[in-house]
């Protein structure tokens, strides 16, 4: 079927669409009356809801707390008894507990403190209280490394106060190699899915996240490489270690014959160009095959 013909035969549903999609950004419930019930504890009006949660709950504010414990950067909206207004789980008093993978805090810090977080669906602010409790070593874990272990990277190792996450790195990554995206066009576009109208001031995290990207490239080339598993550590590379091979390059024993060198003059032939053009080497060796670099 060609597009044409599927946007014929979508065509006639194009008012049904266009309702649920209101339906969608609005609110199926009466919730202008002021007399909807929490959907959880059915206990509590409701005011708040999640838009990132599937089927968008209308909840009260401690309920919508308790659910999103772990998952302090989804994007919630609160009505104001007129319409919903963007706000976040900051807004509502949510505070993320650091340094622990299970079970409770012993020796939290006294004050939350808070953190600027980049995600892909938004920059906002979350409030973390840090651990305090020490090590086998009687140690402090420091707080870039609580932070980092919640897969938020730091800026900054002394007293961080802005972070990404690892999945919105990744996300650039891969969009610089497909789409040859910019980091500054990529920061922007952030910008605009936190705010697209202008009228709220979201935080400009650009040059952090320069900062974080150089150093996550190099992370991520070191783990590929298999360095962390290294007993010498990063530290004992040599230089050249870390570059890729390019396969269409002559390696002798494996795309060329070892011998190579010793190959007849009348089926060995290299020709240059002008160095201000590409290099091209057109070697006849391996079944005297032409192989253009």
Known sequence: MSTQSKLLEWLPFRADFLDELLRFEGCEEYIEDGNVLCSICTENFTTVRCRDCARRPLCCESCLRTRHADMPLHRIEKWDGAKFLQCSLRDIGLIVQLGHDRGTCAHPAEQPRRIIVGHTSGVQAVSVRFCECLDDNCHFMPEWCQLFRFGWF????????????????????????????????????????????????????????????????????????????????????????????????????????????????????VSYFKPSTNITNDVLLDGYTPCSL
């Open 154 to 269: 730091p800026a900054s190792t002394h007293s961080p106060a802005t972070t990404f996450t690892f999945d919105l790195l990744n996300t650039f990554q891969e969009l610089s190699f497909q789409g040859k995206t910019n980091l500054f066009d990529f920061w922007r576009t952030i910008e605009h899915i936190t705010d697209n109208s202008g009228g709220h001031d979201v935080f400009d995290c650009y040059k952090q996240l320069s900062h974080t990207m150089r150093i996550w490239h190099h992370l991520v080339m070191l783990k590929r490489f298999g360095r962390a598993h290294d007993p010498a550590g990063p530290d004992a590379m040599k230089p050249g270690e870390l570059v890729v091979e390019c396969p269409a390059c002559p390696h002798p024993g494996r795309n060329i014959l070892p011998d190579w060198e010793a190959a007849p003059p009348d089926v060995k032939s």
